[in-house]
């Protein structure tokens, strides 16, 4: 077997730590270009600040570090008005600086004073009135100034654990090499499947379905996924029950005893199946931090668990005690005083880690079933613990250093990923750079040959040698875990789901010849479903009957705008942003969407996609309707020209189903 990026391992993560860093290089450099060439007022008007900021409170998180509150300062705030804070773009999850404020007008706002004069944490609530940031440093001494800011930064946390990850991969012995990863790096054959199903160890043995309405390609995708030894890949086109499918198999593993790690790289890919499988009374835990997780999910947190479980009592104590500590530091301006107190502090926190590393550690070892983002999966908690099964959700839309963390912190044996590697991968910054796009010139020749690969399924089947040698794409950071195992072994690792519930047959017809093999099939449910038919009063037009409306807007009628965010170009070039709108072309879908409105669909059916924020934003049409439009959950079928650059196709599709 020739030696390549995808089969020799140290070669492999090698190459993934190269990709990663110019990956993590591109990000910091794009956020430090804006940071130093905007003002304070610039970069708050673009949403990547919020001004004029007090702390309000500051308590004890989990791992012990302190949770700092951030409201508006009520100077600012006229009389008779609400204390919000004005719109902004920072998000649970963001890395931010919490900075005494700047004069409103200073240029220069260089990343290097940031991380000098201000504390770094993560975002972890964000509410209309105020924003929690839990600090990176236990022992970060709060910016004191009446007057603070918190300015986004460059994200390089999931960066850190991909790198570690990757590191660890480079660094194991060839002695160290489960039979599992000698699979995934196709150095060995998937074990063949069993075919007996008389035979007691056959998974397959007295198989009975929880869901009885499973269609047979999913049940071909479960029945395939219990029975294979090491992968399974379940290629799950839009709406088609990826997830649905997940979780029989999930039900079917645990009546097996197995023992179960649930993972995406998303909170919302994660939640989605925790509030599946809670609707089935599955006990299971739920890692992650609860400001981040889905309220319906949050009994399942191991946060709240921490709090609620018999063992818990000991770590609240503790916690009680520092969350005292913390605001009598805030009382005090006497410098010995408040030294004394974080020595104190210093002490609780070593408590408050030994205790709560035993409750969590009881709680999570107890568990069938962990569920956690892919990024969540390697801290401390799952640190060398056992599990059966590793199954990941959306693993198409992960980079492969990102699925590598559960695998290779945790002990596992079996992998099963669902996903469809024919929709949008990961979002890569580094392919704007020059070296980047001549890699991935490179790889266009590689890449055919796996599409073509994963399309006609007979022609390498079960010959993974000759797949490699004829795939063999050197790696881009774009090229995903699904990709490479199918690109290794061939198509006979992988079960396609073909019957889709969301599309109307005509909407569906595209994309499934284009990217499916004409395999998809609509629900009998869904398959000539119109407006017109929906369960209210809709009219009987020439817009409520067609399922799908083509508007041809080539030509010299629609001209494009390049817009800026009007705050004008930085001294690096760097615009905060740079977007297209085309006015013409709003008018149009603004006469299509008020046709839909007189004829009885109601605005909250209705929803508009646009792959420009100018288009979303600028024109005031556009504003118009964001503002009437904005609970739109539903989607009418609506095209137009930019419909045919072929990623923006995929996204479309995606975004252009609905459900009933
Ligand atoms: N066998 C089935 N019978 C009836 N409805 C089904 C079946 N399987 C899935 N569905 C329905 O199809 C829709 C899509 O299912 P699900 O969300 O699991 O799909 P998915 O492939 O994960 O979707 P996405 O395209 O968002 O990734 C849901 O409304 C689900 O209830």
């Given at each position: 077997m020739p030696k390549s990026e995808l089969t020799d391992i140290p070669a492999f993560a090698a190459t993934q730590l190269s990709l990663l860093d110019a990956e993590l290089q591109a990000e910091l450099s794009e956020t430090n270009a804006l940071l130093s060439s905007h003002t304070p007022t610039a970069l708050s008007r673009a949403g990547l600040a919020i001004l004029?900021?007090?702390?309000s409170s500051i308590r004890t998180g989990l791992g012990g570090k302190p949770v700092v509150e951030l409201a508006l300062d009520p100077a600012v705030v006229a009389k008779g008005e609400k204390s919000d804070i004005p719109e902004h773009g920072i998000r649970t999850g963001d890395i931010v600086a919490i900075q005494?404020?700047?004069?409103?007008?200073?240029?220069?706002?260089e990343k290097r004073e940031l991380a000098n004069e201000g504390v770094e944490g993560v975002v972890l609530r964000v509410r209309r009135e105020n924003i929690e940031v839990v600090l990176d440093k236990e022992d970060a001494d709060t910016p004191s100034g009446s007057k603070l800011w918190i300015v986004k930064l460059a994200n390089d946390v999931t960066y850190k654990r991909m790198n570690q990850t990757m590191t660890k991969l480079q660094k194991l012995?060839?002695?160290?090499?489960t039979p599992f990863m000698r699979v995934l790096f196709g150095q060995a054959s998937p074990t063949p499947i069993p075919?007996?199903?008389?035979?007691?160890?056959?998974?397959?043995?007295?198989l009975e379905w929880h869901?009885?309405?499973?269609n047979d390609s999913q049940k071909e995708a479960i029945k395939f996924a219990l029975t294979s030894r090491e992968i399974a890949l379940i290629h799950g086109p839009p709406g088609t029950g990826k997830t649905h499918t997940l979780i029989e198999l999930i039900l079917q593993l645990l009546k097996q005893k197995l023992r179960l790690l649930v993972c995406g790289p998303s909170n919302i890919s994660v939640d989605n199946i925790v509030e599946r499988l809670a609707s089935q009374k599955v006990p299971m835990i739920r890692l992650g931090h609860p400001a981040r997780l889905l309220p319906s999910v949050l009994n399942h947190s191991l946060d709240v668990l921490t709090r609620t479980s018999d063992a818990a009592a000991l770590v609240q104590d503790v916690r009680k005690e520092m969350d005292d500590k913390q605001s009598s530091i805030r009382k005090t301006r006497n410098a010995k005083e408040r030294r004394q107190i974080y020595t104190e502090l210093k002490e609780l926190r070593k408590e408050f880690r030994v205790r709560e590393r035993g409750c969590v550690e009881n709680l999570v070892k107890g568990s069938k079933v962990v569920l956690a983002t892919l990024h969540g999966?390697?801290?401390?908690?799952?640190?060398g613990q056992e599990f059966d099964v590793v199954i990941v959700d959306?693993?198409?839309?992960?980079?492969e250093a990102q699925c590598w963390v559960p695998l290779l912190w945790v002990k596992a044996s079996k992998l099963v990923l669902a996903g469809d590697h024919l929709q949008l991968p990961p979002t890569i910054k580094?392919?704007?750079?020059k070296d980047a796009k001549a890699a991935k010139k490179d790889n266009k020749k590689g890449d055919k040959t796996t599409d073509r690969k994963s399309k006609g399924?007979?022609?390498?089947?079960?010959n993974a040698e000759s797949a490699v040698k004829s795939a063999a794409p050197s790696i881009t950071l774009e090229t995903t875990l699904f990709d490479r195992l199918l690109a290794l072994?061939?198509?006979?690792i992988k079960r396609m789901l073909t019957t889709?519930?969301?599309?109307h047959e005509k909407i569906m017809r595209f994309p499934s010849a284009e990217l499916y093999d004409s395999k998809l099939v609509a629900a009998d449910f869904v398959k000539?479903?119109?407006?017109?038919?929906?369960?209210y009063a809709v009219q009987d037009t020439e817009d409520t009957r067609e399922p799908l409306v083509f508007w041809d807007?080539?030509?010299?009628?629609f001209p494009e705008k390049i817009e800026d965010d009007g705050i004008g170009k930085g001294s690096k070039g760097m615009s905060l942003g740079d977007s297209k709108s085309n006015d013409a072309e709003a008018a149009l879908v603004k006469m299509h969407v008020r046709n839909l409105i007189d004829a009885g669909?109601?605005?909250?059916d209705i929803a508009v996609v646009t792959p420009y924020n100018a288009q979303v934003s600028d024109p005031p049409c556009m504003i118009a309707w964001r503002l009437r439009?904005?609970?739109?959950a539903r989607l009418t079928a609506l095209y137009n020209?930019?419909?045919?650059?072929p990623r923006c196709l995929k996204r479309r599709f995606r975004a252009l189903s609905w459900d009933p």
């Open positions: 004029n900021l007090n702390v005494d404020q700047p004069a409103g007008s200073a240029k220069k706002t012995e060839d002695q160290e090499y075919t007996d199903v008389n035979d007691p160890s056959n998974p397959l043995h007295n869901d009885p309405s499973l999966a390697g801290g401390f908690h799952l640190k959306e693993a198409s839309q992960a980079l580094s392919l704007n750079t399924e007979e022609d390498v089947e079960g072994h061939g198509p006979s889709q519930y969301r599309m000539a479903r119109l407006l017109k038919d929906l369960p807007t080539q030509g010299g009628d669909v109601k605005a909250d439009f904005r609970s739109s020209s930019w419909l045919s650059y």
